[in-house]
């Protein structure tokens, strides 16, 4: 795993996991779809990319997740959160909206 690449939950594969990543490279993102592909959770933090490199990845993630019935959100200017389609977000104040 990519030394970018966090991961918050125990070792018991039963309970729900979320991945923190913030890719800085194209060559990240199998990393990435490889952790959505085992029902991962993923935070993905854009804001220390190249714009174009970026770009690139949400579009490929994003297609990754359509394919998995993931859903994909906004969560701030550069980080989107990718989780199953079932999952609730609750956040007060925040303006609730899909994206890719």
């Known amino acids: 795993m990519d030394r970018q690449m966090y991961s918050a939950a125990s070792?018991?594969?039963?309970?729900?996991r979320?991945?923190?990543c913030a890719p800085d490279r194209l060559e990240q993102t199998e990393d990435i779809v490889d952790q959505l592909q085992?029902?991962?959770?993923?935070?993905?933090?854009l804001g220390?990319?190249?714009?174009?490199?970026?770009?690139?990845?949400?579009?490929?993630?994003?297609?990754?997740?359509?394919?998995?019935?993931?859903?994909v959100r906004?969560?701030?200017?550069?980080?989107?959160l990718i989780?199953?389609?079932d999952a609730e977000v609750e956040a007060d104040g925040y303006d609730d909206r899909y994206c890719g």
């Open 11 to 16: 070792s018991d594969n039963m309970r729900p």
């Open 18 to 20: 979320i991945v923190i």
């Open 38 to 45: 085992s029902g991962s959770s993923v935070l993905l933090n």
């Open 48 to 71: 220390t990319s190249r714009r174009d490199i970026a770009r690139r990845l949400l579009d490929f993630i994003a297609g990754v997740a359509y394919h998995n019935d993931n859903q």
């Open 74 to 80: 906004r969560v701030a200017p550069s980080a989107y």
């Open 83 to 85: 989780l199953p389609y």
